[in-house]
């Protein structure tokens, strides 16, 4: 297991993997995480009836196994739209969308723990609906929907390692490769995890520090 | 309006075939389910005997299935066990794999309930003459469960779409390596795969609507 035959260039092509993995979580949270906001206020100010297309769709995202999301988005794209996209284009989109469904369901859940009274104070002090949201409403809900938004950001960044259906060689697919031709399975795989749990672990332990600090006041 | 003709009729006719794969889906998503909780209360339990190297293990289990990708460790279930000689089937490789991830994240889950549970419980139950062991068990476990069944729902919703992971490794017959063999030989990928996913949907929302009519009937008190 030691005696690895591991060249310097396959440890590149590793490398090159993971900062696919890197670039797709990063562009699928961003994207996310703004399109996630805007839904979770759309769905807490619209109230139930109004926003339930939404909330149906948004449902949908997390109701179906994302590597079925990928497969479908792909097939639609290219067979039934004939839209030359690459691979990569339609990964990110659809982890965009995938993300942006669990963040509404925190940014609505954030919304929802700031006490309504706290509100009706800062309306009745004379701001508009959009003060209240940045000056009182976005410093408390943060307190409560940024730990899980981080592990939110580690969860897509977990399963980004799915886009490998739709042609997206990410770590853990150039693990599989570099598998096929060296026969080493257990030595590349440890590897891979090793990336994984480095990046991973320590931004969980940080978020998990964030929510234990915020939440004694 | 597309340059694409629709075969619903072929995709439908596979729908046996297909629900055929969703019962496997959820019987290994409730056996992963059921293996995941006595596993995540055995770790639980590890990590509260005070026994350093126990506690360690458990922790390190626990960070593992909580840090890496889940299609990481049905790889490392089938291909990593392969390398010290140990082939499992694909069935076993995804069992294992998910059952490794439930048990991590509901171990975690359960560290946060028992930190509802007061102190004094422990330390009542102890002064009736129980043991450690007991106390855990009769007074500490059920209150930890009943606290944590929304958690164990969305596990439970999580382990259904899990399965779908173990087309990887060679699985096909679940309802993914199901739609995907079929897809082989039709090539109606589109028609498909929006069955399956309509079926999944289904299932998770069973789950949910079945965990809560159960949690109405279990927690009237």
């Known amino acids: 297991m030691f005696n690895t035959s591991l060249g310097i260039d396959d440890l590149i092509f590793l490398a090159q993997g993971a900062g696919m993995t890197i670039l797709v979580t990063a562009i699928a949270v ?77 940014v609505r859940g954030g919304i929802q723990a700031v006490p309504s009274n706290t509100r009706r104070a800062a309306r009745s002090l004379g701001m508009s609906w959009f003060q209240d949201m940045t000056h009182i409403v976005l410093p408390l809900a943060t307190r409560i929907a940024l730990p899980s938004w981080i592990g939110l950001a580690l969860g897509v960044m977990k399963d980004s390692a799915l886009v490998y259906v739709v042609q997206v060689t990410e770590l853990l697919k150039s693990t599989q490769i570099l598998i096929t031709r060296l026969q080493e399975p257990l030595f590349l795989l440890l590897i891979c995890g090793a990336f994984y749990f480095i990046i991973s672990f320590p931004i969980a332990r940080f978020g998990g520090y964030l929510e234990k600090r915020w939440s004694n006041d | 309006m597309f340059h694409y003709t629709f075969h619903w009729n072929q995709a439908f006719q596979k729908l046996p075939q297909m629900l055929d794969g969703a019962l496997v889906t959820v019987e290994i998503a409730l056996a992963s389910m059921v293996l995941g909780i006595v596993f995540a209360v055995l770790l639980t339990g590890a990590r509260l005997s005070g026994w350093r190297t126990l506690s360690a293990l458990a922790t390190g289990w626990v960070e593992i299935a909580r840090n890496t990708p889940a299609l990481f460790q049905i790889y490392m279930a089938h291909f990593g066990l ?42 009542a139950g102890r002064s009736l003459g129980m043991t450690g062991v007991q106390a855990f068990g009769w007074i500490v476990l059920p209150q930890m469960l009943r606290i944590s ?73």
Not at chain 1, 39 to 61: C, E, M, N, S
């Open chain 1, 30 to 106: 961003a994207i996310g995480t703004v399109l996630g906001i805007a839904f979770g206020i759309f769905r807490y100010q619209a109230g139930p009836v109004l926003a339930a297309p939404v909330t149906f769709v948004l449902d949908l995202f997390r109701s179906i196994p994302l590597l079925i999301q990928l497969v479908l988005a792909n097939a639609f794209i290219g067979t039934v739209l004939r839209l030359k996209m690459s691979g990569f284009t339609v990964a990110c989109a659809v982890l965009s969308l995938y993300t942006a469904a669990y963040c509404a369901e925190i």
């Open chain 2, 82 to 123: 392969g390398s010290f000689g140990i082939h499992l089937s694909p069935f076993t490789s995804l069992l294992i794999g998910i059952t490794f991830n439930n048990a991590g994240y509901l171990a975690e889950n359960f560290r946060g309930a028992l930190k509802a549970i007061p102190e004094t419980q422990t330390r």
């Open chain 2, 149 to 221: 069944f929304l958690p164990m729902t969305n596990q439970m919703v999580w382990a259904v779409l899990m399965t779908s992971l173990g087309v990887t490794v060679g699985m096909n017959t679940d309802l993914y390596g199901v739609t995907q063999a079929l897809n082989a030989i039709s090539f109606r990928t589109f028609e498909l795969f929006a069955i399956a996913a309509a079926i999944f949907y289904a299932i998770t929302k069973i789950i949910t609507f079945g965990a809560r009519l159960l949690a109405a009937r279990l927690f009237r008190y």
